[in-house]
């Protein structure tokens, strides 16, 4: 199957994904530039992380009006599997793909470390080789991941089990002092309404090869290939109305 | 019009504006006299410190480029070069910290795709003065974002560093800033201007009004007035920069490029003439169609500018399409600004009137060299002095502890109740413990985790060495290979012996890479100085080089490029003598990578080397004593070869779990940190006594403090042990097996008797706030 990796100007996570994607789990991949118009028949398609056009005003606003933006869409509402990694995620948000938005870090400063993640919902493409309540332990590298939503948004997001991943401590238990950038509900991915697109601040690219300090983001990346691989039945492919 | 207070503002001294009369045949004009004063610049022209760095290795058969170009490179193997270099940014850091760190970032970086390398690490060294001080935190919270703010948005990983407290540094901090790329052996890139006729492209950002005279700046003293040299400080625009490096790199890729440089110290005058010089050739650019963000810009102004992430081409001719079809593809702007010429002038027209016209050799080879008069410091035989015994007596002070139950490390507070540590010859219980916790709570020993979070050092996917766990270590994908990175310097030992303390410096580097299992390939330096005018300085800068050379050759690190940083002072007041070496070393199996932390309970603890209770300029005596004295710890080169030697081969053979370096706060603070970050395993150990004075307690402390070089603390499984230590046997490295991994406390005991006994998770808390409780505060 073939990975679709989004490349914005500013993207600085799309070789990693390649790389995982390409050299960790033998896919087929593709760059895909941001001033293209085709998805180049991508099965399942990454918007990496980075700093897609700088973003000195709101992270992920600029890249919104790419041209690439209108096919990801198009793709998401046929069914496809999207995912949005740190950068990604923000992406997804300010297109309107996902709900809610990305305020700075509690700190206000920039945090790169291993945190651990408990999985709430394994029926999404990325989540599904999962088991609930697992606990996984995979890097952030962000200065504007802590999400918001107001709460009757949040209600909603709860209430549809669209709360993806939640930053916890090792043994899968909520704690303030666990959650790196003061997410609202300790919210670390979110899915939206139709559940194909995922977006998520952690970097599971980071996170596929022992060498590299641990291998739990590996989960992220089988989840897809075998919903790809299974087919038709995916859930996924399901008509969407609204994207959220 | 060029009148003597024309020539100081321009830093140019009569004789050299005689000179540049001479090479004119008449008088300049302002514009020429901006040019001559940015090259001719001690930042550019290196002229105090030419004639010392001439002696510097800088050969060897793994050496690909040596200085001279915009960075130096090694074969790695495969094909593939290390393109790498440190640079300064210092004077900017001080006036605007953010911006002065992060452009200082941005400068190394394109020094380093600009010989055609993909940037993949980034590492820096910094020094500040106390951090007591709330000007200090103000400085390091800056200087830290702006690193962040850059690299972590181009992508670069920064992999690993050093930072140093010392009041010395207090009006100049300093900020010097390592990068290293991957690139074909067979591709790298010049800075050359070539091929009469060939286009000259200006690519970029526009140019504007900041960092005109950066590099005059970057050449002389500060005084009360500097902060109003604040428009000299450049701003980095890091998106711009990733543009430029993407486009660059792809650019690199079409055989249409001759040459490339970036516009850093003094923009477009430098790039200009070092391209049109190193090429023979002469370049002709007219500035009326530079990009410019500013309106009513003089061409004086244009020349000088140092607006950042600007680059200049040299494109063959007939090739142009091809590259500026590129730089849109990265909505850049390719302008063709000039070509080569023949006549190797710098020849600089406004809308075709010529404005100035300098022979470019005037500029570079020509430039000023001075062979300035050196003396040996009369600060120097004081505080060589360091008799322990005297000082004993005399009441050598312990601060008590009181615990860190309220979650703070213990402060050395001047008004704490002082105890005698000798008092009638007896050990004071728990004074080593206290001691040990001093150190590991101080600013420069403690946890620098604060500072490396901030950065991104897992970008790229390749660091398989974090920063904090001894050197940074980069796998290279595609290979089975990965470079160990580490810059260090101590500049305490070099202001107490600039030659010893420089070798140690190039010693340690060396060793933090061989720790990780690499073999040492190549060197860069960063030397940071005060003023060069002052015969004291120009001593201790002779000695320093002359230190780096013994060292780089007898450990055959050639040195590859760097960069020198003079006038670090404030008020006639310098910094101390700052060498800071930057060592990069080849992992042949990237899965053989060696950290600090102890791997596995039941291990036996081997240390390699011999302690000799070396308490001289240490920073035991510092901490503890507040004393900063006596001569630096001895260093025998050849065993220290021989100990590096062994390092490689014993991660090769997969003979040890781990392995770090004794250096700063001595075997105590070595044994600690190898347990920090193994949640919470502890350490059993016993080493013999040193006797040094007559004092017991002090004997006990230089065995557990003292730091003596060439030493390394490596842990095995005991059915290895043995092996180990028949390794080390066969290399001639002294090897002793002093204990076991294991348990959750810390025990050291010196001579049979038990000298440290620290719960690990108490002494680990106070080694993680040492930076971070500054700032805790202000966590919402």
């Known amino acids: 199957m073939r990975f679709g990796i989004v490349?914005?100007?500013?993207?600085?996570?799309?070789?990693?994904?390649?790389?995982?994607?390409?050299?960790?789990?033998?896919?087929?991949?593709?760059?895909?530039?941001?001033?293209?118009?085709?998805?180049?028949?991508?099965?399942?398609?990454?918007?990496?992380?980075?700093?897609?056009?700088?973003?000195?005003?709101?992270?992920?606003?600029?890249?919104?009006?790419?041209?690439?933006?209108?096919?990801?869409?198009?793709?998401?509402?046929?069914?496809?599997?999207?995912?949005?990694?740190?950068?990604?995620?923000?992406?997804?948000?300010?297109?309107?793909?996902?709900?809610?938005?990305?305020?700075?870090?509690?700190?206000?400063?920039?945090?790169?470390?291993?945190?651990?993640?408990?999985?709430?919902?394994?029926?999404?493409?990325?989540?599904?080789?999962?088991?609930?309540?697992?606990?996984?332990?995979?890097?952030?590298?962000?200065?504007?991941?802590?999400?918001?939503?107001?709460?009757?948004?949040?209600?909603?997001?709860?209430?549809?089990?669209?709360?993806?991943?939640?930053y916890t401590d090792p043994n899968g238990e909520l704690d303030p002092d666990s959650n790196p950038n003061g997410s609202v509900n300790a919210i670390a991915a979110i899915c939206n309404e139709s559940r194909n697109v995922v977006g998520m601040m952690p970097h599971p690219e980071r996170a596929c090869e022992s060498l590299l300090g641990g291998v739990d983001g590996r989960m992220i990346f089988e989840s897809v290939v075998e919903t790809l691989a299974r087919g038709p039945e995916r859930p996924a492919l399901q008509a969407v109305g609204r994207a959220f | 019009m060029i009148d003597p207070q024309v020539l100081e503002r321009h830093g140019l001294k009569p004789d050299e504006y005689e000179r540049i009369k001479q090479f004119l045949g008449r008088e300049p004009n302002l514009t020429e006299l901006g040019i001559f004063s940015v090259m001719w610049s001690e930042h550019c022209s290196y002229k105090s410190s030419r004639v010392h760095l001439k002696t510097l290795p800088t050969t060897g058969k793994q050496v690909l480029q040596g200085p001279g170009e915009n960075a130096g490179a090694v074969d790695i193997g495969d094909g593939l070069a290390a393109v790498f270099k440190i640079e300064s940014h210092n004077p900017p850091s001080f006036i605007e910290p953010y911006q002065g760190a992060a452009t200082g970032v941005g400068g190394i970086i394109r020094d380093i795709f600009t010989m055609g390398a993909r940037p993949i690490a980034l590492l820096n060294s910094l020094r500040f003065g106390s951090i007591d001080v709330p000007g200090t935190r103000r400085l390091l919270e800056g200087v830290v974002a702006g690193i962040a703010g850059y690299g972590n948005s181009i992508g670069i990983p920064t992999v690993g560093?050093?930072?140093?407290?010392?009041?010395?540094?207090?009006?100049?901090?300093?900020?010097?800033?390592?990068?290293?790329?991957?690139?074909?052996?067979?591709?790298?890139?010049?800075?050359?201007?070539?091929?009469?006729?060939?286009?000259?492209?200006?690519?970029?950002?526009?140019?504007?009004?900041?960092?005109?005279?950066?590099?005059?700046?970057?050449?002389?003293?500060?005084?009360?007035?500097?902060?109003?040299?604040?428009?000299?400080?450049?701003?980095?625009?890091?998106?711009?920069?990733?543009?430029?490096?993407?486009?660059?790199?792809?650019?690199?890729?079409?055989?249409?490029?001759?040459?490339?440089?970036?516009?850093?110290?003094?923009?477009?005058?430098?790039?200009?003439?070092?391209?049109?010089?190193?090429?023979?050739?002469?370049?002709?650019?007219?500035?009326?169609?530079?990009?410019?963000?500013?309106?009513?810009?003089?061409?004086?102004?244009?020349m000088l500018s140092e607006s950042q992430e600007r680059m200049l081409l040299v494109v063959k001719r007939g090739r142009e399409a091809e590259v500026e079809r590129i730089f849109d593809k990265w909505d850049l702007h390719a302008v063709h600004i000039g070509e080569v010429t023949s006549d190797g002038m710098l020849r600089v027209k406004d809308k075709?009137?010529?404005?100035?016209?300098?022979?470019?050799?005037?500029?570079?080879?020509?430039?000023?060299?001075?062979?300035?008069?050196?003396?040996?410091?009369?600060?120097?035989?004081?505080?060589?002095?360091?008799?322990?015994?005297?000082?004993?007596?005399?009441?050598?002070?312990?601060?008590?502890?009181?615990?860190?139950?309220?979650?703070?490390?213990?402060?050395?507070?001047?008004?704490?109740?002082?105890?005698?540590?000798?008092?009638?010859?007896?050990?004071?219980?728990g004074s080593q413990n206290t001691a040990l916790l001093l150190l590991l709570g101080s600013a420069t020993i403690g946890s620098k985790k604060w500072v490396y979070r901030q950065y991104d050092h897992m970008v790229r996917t390749n660091t398989i060495n974090y920063p904090g766990f001894g050197a940074g270590v980069v796998r290279i994908k595609g290979t089975d290979r990965a470079l160990a990175l580490s810059v260090d310097g101590n500049g305490r030992y070099c202001y107490l012996d600039p030659y010893r303390?420089?070798?140690?410096?190039?010693?340690?580097?060396?060793?933090?890479?061989?720790?990780?299992?690499?073999?040492?390939?190549?060197?860069?330096?960063?030397?940071?100085?005060?003023?060069?005018?002052?015969?004291?300085?120009?001593?201790?800068?002779?000695?320093?080089?002359?230190?780096?050379?013994?060292?780089?050759?007898?450990?055959?690190?050639?040195?590859?490029?760097?960069?020198?940083s003079l006038y670090n002072e404030t008020d006639g007041k310098a910094i101390y003598p700052t060498p800071v070496i930057g060592v990069v070393g080849l992992l042949e199996h990237a899965d053989r990578v060696v950290s600090r932390r102890f791997h596995r309970s039941g291990d036996a603890i081997i240390l390699l080397g011999e302690g000799h209770g070396e308490l001289g300029g240490s920073e035991y005596l510092k901490v503890v004593h507040d004393l900063v004295r006596g001569g630096p710890p001895s260093i025998d080169l050849d065993a220290e070869r021989a100990l590096q030697d062994l390092l490689v081969t014993l991660a090769t053979e997969r003979l040890i779990h781990s392995a770090h370096d004794c250096s700063d706060g001595g075997l105590a603070?070595?044994?600690?940190?190898?347990?920090?970050?193994?949640?919470?395993?502890?350490?059993?150990?016993?080493?013999?006594?040193?006797?040094?004075?007559?004092?017991?307690?002090?004997?006990?402390?230089?065995?557990?403090?003292?730091?003596?070089?060439?030493?390394?603390?490596?842990?095995?499984?005991?059915?290895?042990?043995?092996?180990?230590?028949?390794?080390?046997?066969?290399?001639?490295?002294p090897a002793r097996m002093i204990g076991q991994t294991g348990g959750n406390l810390l025990r050291i005991a010196v001579a049979g008797q038990m000298a440290v006994d620290l719960s690990i998770h108490e002494a680990e808390r106070v080694w993680n706030a040492a930076i971070e409780r500054y700032f805790a505060k202000r966590v919402a």
């Not at chain 1, 180049?40 to 009006?65: C, E, N, Q, S, W």
């Not at chain 1, 041209?67 to 948000?93: D, S, Y």
């Not at chain 2, 923009?267 to 410019?292: F, K, N, W, Y």
């Not at chain 2, 002779?542 to 013994?550: C, D, L, N």
Request: aromatic share 6%; charged share 20%; net charge negative.
């Open chain 2, 669 to 733: 603070v070595t044994l600690a940190e190898c347990c920090f970050d193994t949640e919470g395993m502890g350490a059993d150990v016993s080493i013999p006594g040193v006797e040094i004075t007559r004092d017991p307690a002090l004997n006990t402390a230089a065995a557990l403090f003292g730091e003596s070089a060439s030493r390394v603390l490596v842990s095995v499984v005991p059915e290895s042990a043995t092996a180990v230590l028949e390794r080390a046997a066969a290399a001639n490295v």
């Open chain 1, 7 to 166: 490349v914005f100007p500013g993207s600085n996570c799309d070789e990693d994904a390649y790389h995982a994607a390409k050299d960790v789990f033998g896919q087929d991949a593709e760059y895909i530039w941001h001033k293209d118009t085709d998805l180049k028949g991508a099965d399942v398609v990454i918007l990496p992380g980075g700093f897609a056009h700088g973003d000195y005003l709101r992270t992920g606003a600029m890249a919104r009006f790419s041209p690439i933006m209108g096919q990801v869409r198009a793709f998401v509402e046929r069914g496809g599997p999207v995912l949005g990694i740190c950068n990604g995620f923000q992406i997804l948000l300010e297109s309107g793909l996902l709900p809610g938005a990305m305020l700075r870090n509690r700190t206000l400063k920039y945090r790169c470390e291993h945190v651990h993640l408990r999985v709430e919902q394994t029926d999404t493409p990325f989540t599904s080789a999962a088991k609930v309540g697992q606990v996984l332990r995979i890097p952030i590298g962000h200065g504007e991941g802590n999400y918001f939503a107001p709460s009757d948004m949040l209600a909603t997001l709860e209430s549809n089990r669209q709360v993806i991943l939640r």
């Open chain 2, 352 to 429: 075709g009137t010529v404005v100035a016209e300098i022979p470019n050799r005037a500029l570079t080879d020509e430039a000023p060299v001075y062979r300035r008069p050196m003396t040996e410091p009369e600060y120097l035989a004081e505080v060589r002095k360091l008799d322990l015994d005297v000082l004993t007596r005399d009441g050598l002070k312990a601060i008590p502890y009181s615990g860190v139950g309220d979650g703070l490390p213990p402060s050395r507070n001047a008004s704490a109740d002082h105890r005698s540590l000798g008092e009638g010859g007896q050990t004071v219980p």
């Open chain 2, 501 to 564: 303390g420089a070798m140690l410096a190039v010693a340690e580097a060396a060793r933090n890479v061989a720790c990780a299992g690499a073999r040492p390939l190549g060197a860069t330096n960063c030397l940071n100085f005060g003023n060069p005018e002052r015969p004291a300085i120009m001593w201790q800068f002779a000695k320093t080089v002359e230190g780096i050379g013994a060292a780089c050759r007898a450990l055959d690190v050639p040195i590859t490029g760097g960069n020198v």
């Open chain 2, 161 to 302: 560093g050093e930072i140093a407290f010392e009041p010395s540094y207090a009006g100049n901090p300093l900020v010097n800033v390592f990068c290293l790329g991957i690139a074909k052996a067979s591709d790298i890139i010049k800075g050359v201007a070539s091929g009469v006729g060939n286009s000259v492209y200006y690519v970029g950002a526009k140019t504007g009004r900041d960092g005109i005279h950066g590099a005059t700046m970057a050449s002389a003293e500060f005084d009360e007035k500097s902060a109003e040299k604040r428009p000299a400080v450049q701003v980095g625009d890091p998106f711009m920069e990733k543009l430029l490096l993407e486009a660059c790199l792809e650019v690199m890729q079409t055989d249409a490029l001759v040459g490339i440089q970036d516009m850093g110290a003094a923009g477009l005058t430098c790039s200009t003439t070092e391209m049109g010089s190193r090429g023979g050739a002469g370049v002709e650019i007219d500035i009326a169609h530079v990009p410019q963000r500013e309106s009513r810009m003089t061409p004086y102004e244009i």
